[in-house]
T-cell receptor, first 115, second 113 residues
């Protein structure tokens, strides 16, 4: 069965510093991997995805993520954090053989950017 | 363009009642998925509908049901509400059945007392 693990409940980073939010996954086939962000009282917003190709994926708001097949990881990164990046971040995976939109989400990591 | 719209935004029910949540997808999107997000957890997949047919079901009891209408809007129904059904219910739409990107609504916050 597919699963996603986000080992950190919260990550604190000073504004201007690089940030990393960790994610590992488990699937039976090839994964589709996603990062979504959730602001207070809002639904989830798509940040980026990995389907195939280049292991470094660039997304919205200056975020990027690196797919590492050997470590089954898909960590979210940003070179220089902004206070406005403070939000709840979810890693998600879809097992490619699935024909539906069943996407499994991690429990989320709350990112605090300190001014 | 309007995004995914959900109604109502908030709802308070008592145990044993039933509830209907509604979702309108982005124009042109034929797939609608429903997720339950309990406080402090990630969204849990409930259903996916594509072209008015159920294409996926998560690990939820039969008290949960859904349908998709010819205009691709969708309803989620929950019968015999339990306290544990209190959650944010999210609807997401996508162009295709296995869409690579989901567009989420702001959700319906259901409180069961």
């Amino acid at each position: 069965a597919q699963s996603v693990a986000q080992p950190e409940d919260q990550v604190n980073v000073a504004e201007g510093n690089p940030l990393t939010v960790k994610c590992t996954y488990s699937v039976s086939g090839n994964p589709y991997l996603f990062w979504y962000v959730q602001y207070p009282n809002r639904g989830l917003q798509f940040l980026l995805k990995y389907i195939t190709g280049d292991n470094l994926v660039k997304g919205s708001y200056g975020f990027e993520a690196e797919f590492n097949k050997s470590q089954t990881s898909f960590h979210l990164k940003k070179p220089s954090a902004l206070v406005s990046d403070s939000a709840l971040y979810f890693c998600a995976v879809r097992d490619v053989p699935n024909r539906d939109d069943k996407i499994i989400f991690g429990k989320g990591t709350r990112l605090h950017i300190l001014p | 363009d309007a995004g995914v719209t959900q109604s109502p935004t908030h709802l308070i029910k008592t145990r044993g009642q039933h509830v209907t949540l509604r979702c309108s997808p982005i124009s042109g999107h034929k797939s609608v998925s429903w997720y339950q997000q309990v406080l402090g957890q990630g969204p849990q997949f409930i259903f996916q509908y594509y072209e008015k047919e159920e294409r996926g079901r998560g690990n939820f009891p039969d008290r949960f049901s859904a349908r998709q209408f010819p205009n691709y809007s969708s309803e989620l129904n929950v019968n015999a509400l339990l306290l544990g059904d209190s959650a944010l219910y999210l609807c997401a739409s996508s162009l295709a059945q296995n869409g690579e990107k989901l567009f989420f609504g702001s959700g319906t916050q259901l409180s069961v007392l």
